[in-house]
C-alpha cells in the first residue's frame, strides 16, 4: 500500500454514467494529489468526457493499467462484484458504488478477496461521510437520548423509466437495493449494528423485470424495533426518526443532503438543540479519505466492512421474507 503523502494517487474509474460524471469525478478534479488516470466505459464518448489521461471501452484494459491505483466502480448493481474483485486481484484498491454486493454472500467474497490482495474495498454509501452522518453516530454513542427503542427510515428515490436497470431485479434493481441500503444503514447504527428480525414485509414491483417498487419493512432488535420504506416512485420523501428512552433526534433529508443546508433536531428533557450543518460535498469527503488511506493514513475513515456486511445481510433477510400483502394495508404503519 502506499505509504507517502507526497505520492499522487491515480484513479480509474468502470462507468462513466451520471454518478461518475456528475459526482466523483468534479469531487477529484478538486482534490490535490490525485489524478484520474482512466475511464472506461461502453460509451467512449463519456468516457472521454470524463477527463482522464487514457479512455477505455474495455474494462480489462482499464485494471492493467499500472499507473492506476484506485478503481472506482460505477456500474450496475449486479456486476459490482465481479468487477470489484477483478480489480482487486489485479492489485487496485477499491471504492464500489453502494450496495457493494448482491447479497451478502458477494461482499463475503469481495472481502475475502481485498483481504487476499492486501487492498483496500470501500463501499461508496457517500451520506455516511457527511458530517451529520457523522455526528449522529456520535450522539448515539455518547447516549444522549438514551437506549433507541425505535427507529423509522424513509427514503422515494426517483422513479425510473421503464428501460432503466432499477426496474430488472436481474441487474440488481429494485427500491430495496437502490435506495433501500441508505435507510438500512441508518436503521442498523442506531440499532449498534444488531441484526434484526424481519417481522413484517409488504412489496410491490413492477410488472417488468420483478424489480421491487416499493419495500415497506417491520424490524425487531432485542431493544427494539423499526420501520423501513424504500421506494422508487418519485415523491422524494424523506425521513429518518430515532427514538430513545431520553429522547428523539430527527433529521431532513437524512439521504440526500449534500450541496445543500442540513439540520439535525436533537430532543431531551433539556430541550431541542437543532443544529445546521451548510452544503458540503459528501463525494469530495468520501475521495479525499480514501486517498488518505491508500496513503497509508490509518486515521482515515472508511465505511467499515463490517458494516457493509450487515446491511446486506439484513437486505437478504428482508427480501426472503414473504409480502404479506397489500403494501397500503393498515396494519403496517411508519410512525414518522
Given at each position: 500500500?502506499?505509504?507517502?503523502?507526497?505520492?499522487?494517487?491515480?484513479?480509474?474509474?468502470?462507468?462513466?454514467?451520471?454518478?461518475?460524471?456528475?459526482?466523483?469525478?468534479?469531487?477529484?478534479?478538486?482534490?490535490?494529489?490525485?489524478?484520474?488516470?482512466?475511464?472506461?466505459?461502453?460509451?467512449?464518448?463519456?468516457?472521454?468526457?470524463?477527463g482522464?489521461?487514457?479512455?477505455?471501452?474495455?474494462?480489462?484494459?482499464?485494471?492493467?493499467?499500472?499507473?492506476?491505483d484506485?478503481?472506482?466502480?460505477?456500474?450496475?448493481?449486479?456486476?459490482?462484484?465481479?468487477?470489484a474483485?477483478?480489480?482487486?486481484?489485479?492489485?487496485?484498491?477499491?471504492?464500489?458504488?453502494?450496495?457493494?454486493?448482491l447479497?451478502?454472500?458477494?461482499?463475503?467474497?469481495?472481502?475475502?478477496?481485498?483481504?487476499?490482495?492486501?487492498?483496500?474495498?470501500?463501499?461508496?454509501?457517500?451520506?455516511?461521510?457527511?458530517?451529520?452522518?457523522?455526528?449522529?453516530?456520535?450522539?448515539?454513542?455518547?447516549?444522549?437520548?438514551?437506549?433507541?427503542?425505535?427507529?423509522?427510515?424513509?427514503?422515494?428515490?426517483?422513479?425510473?423509466?421503464?428501460?432503466?436497470?432499477?426496474?430488472?431485479?436481474?441487474?440488481?434493481?429494485?427500491?430495496?437495493?437502490?435506495?433501500?441500503?441508505?435507510?438500512?444503514?441508518?436503521?442498523?447504527?442506531?440499532?449498534?449494528?444488531?441484526?434484526?428480525?424481519?417481522?413484517?414485509?409488504?412489496?410491490?414491483?413492477?410488472?417488468?423485470?420483478?424489480?421491487?417498487?416499493?419495500?415497506?419493512?417491520e424490524?425487531?432488535?432485542?431493544?427494539?424495533?423499526?420501520?423501513?420504506?424504500?421506494?422508487?416512485?418519485?415523491?422524494?420523501?424523506?425521513?429518518?426518526?430515532?427514538?430513545?428512552?431520553a429522547?428523539?433526534?430527527?433529521?431532513?433529508?437524512?439521504?440526500?443532503?449534500?450541496?445543500?443546508?442540513?439540520?439535525?433536531?436533537?430532543?431531551?428533557?433539556?430541550?431541542?438543540?437543532?443544529r445546521?450543518?451548510?452544503?458540503?460535498?459528501?463525494?469530495?469527503?468520501?475521495?479525499a479519505?480514501?486517498?488518505?488511506a491508500?496513503?497509508?493514513?490509518a486515521?482515515?475513515?472508511?465505511?467499515?466492512?463490517?458494516?457493509?456486511?450487515?446491511?446486506?445481510?439484513?437486505?437478504?433477510?428482508?427480501?426472503?421474507?414473504?409480502?404479506?400483502?397489500d403494501i397500503?394495508?393498515?396494519?403496517?404503519?411508519?410512525?414518522?
Open positions: 500500500m502506499t505509504s507517502t503523502t507526497e505520492t499522487t494517487v491515480g484513479w480509474g474509474f468502470l462507468g462513466a454514467g451520471h454518478i461518475a460524471t456528475a459526482s466523483l469525478g468534479p469531487a477529484l478534479r478538486g482534490l490535490a494529489g490525485t489524478e484520474l488516470r482512466a475511464a472506461a466505459g461502453r460509451d467512449p464518448g463519456r468516457a472521454a468526457a470524463l482522464a489521461v487514457a479512455a477505455h471501452t474495455d474494462y480489462a484494459a482499464l485494471l492493467a493499467d499500472d499507473t492506476v484506485v478503481v472506482y466502480i460505477a456500474l450496475h448493481n449486479s456486476v459490482h462484484a465481479e468487477w474483485v477483478r480489480a482487486l486481484e489485479s492489485g487496485k484498491h477499491v471504492l464500489c458504488e453502494k450496495p457493494l454486493g447479497s451478502a454472500d458477494e461482499v463475503k467474497d469481495m472481502t475475502d478477496a481485498a483481504r487476499a490482495a492486501d487492498r483496500l474495498l470501500v463501499e461508496a454509501a457517500w451520506n455516511r461521510w457527511h458530517p451529520r452522518t457523522r455526528d449522529i453516530a456520535r450522539l448515539l454513542a455518547q447516549g444522549v437520548i438514551g437506549e433507541v427503542r425505535h427507529v423509522e427510515a424513509v427514503f422515494d428515490g426517483a422513479d425510473p423509466d421503464r428501460h432503466n436497470y432499477r426496474r430488472d431485479a436481474a441487474l440488481g434493481g429494485g427500491a430495496l437495493l437502490d435506495v433501500g441500503c441508505y435507510a438500512v444503514s441508518a436503521i442498523l447504527a442506531a440499532h449498534d449494528w444488531a441484526a434484526p428480525t424481519v417481522t413484517a414485509v409488504r412489496r410491490e414491483t413492477w410488472p417488468e423485470g420483478s424489480a421491487d417498487r416499493r419495500t415497506r419493512a424490524l425487531r432488535f432485542d431493544r427494539g424495533t423499526a420501520g423501513l420504506l424504500a421506494s422508487l416512485t418519485g415523491t422524494g420523501q424523506e425521513a429518518l426518526a430515532i427514538t430513545g428512552t429522547g428523539t433526534l430527527h433529521a431532513d433529508r437524512p439521504f440526500t443532503a449534500g450541496r445543500e443546508p442540513a439540520g439535525l433536531w436533537v430532543r431531551t428533557a433539556a430541550g431541542t438543540d437543532v445546521r450543518y451548510p452544503p458540503v460535498d459528501p463525494y469530495a469527503l468520501m475521495a479519505e480514501v486517498t488518505r491508500v496513503r497509508g493514513d486515521s482515515a475513515y472508511l465505511v467499515p466492512l463490517e458494516e457493509s456486511l450487515a446491511v446486506a445481510e439484513a437486505m437478504d433477510a428482508i427480501r426472503r421474507a414473504p409480502s404479506a400483502g397500503d394495508a393498515p396494519d403496517v404503519v411508519l410512525r414518522a
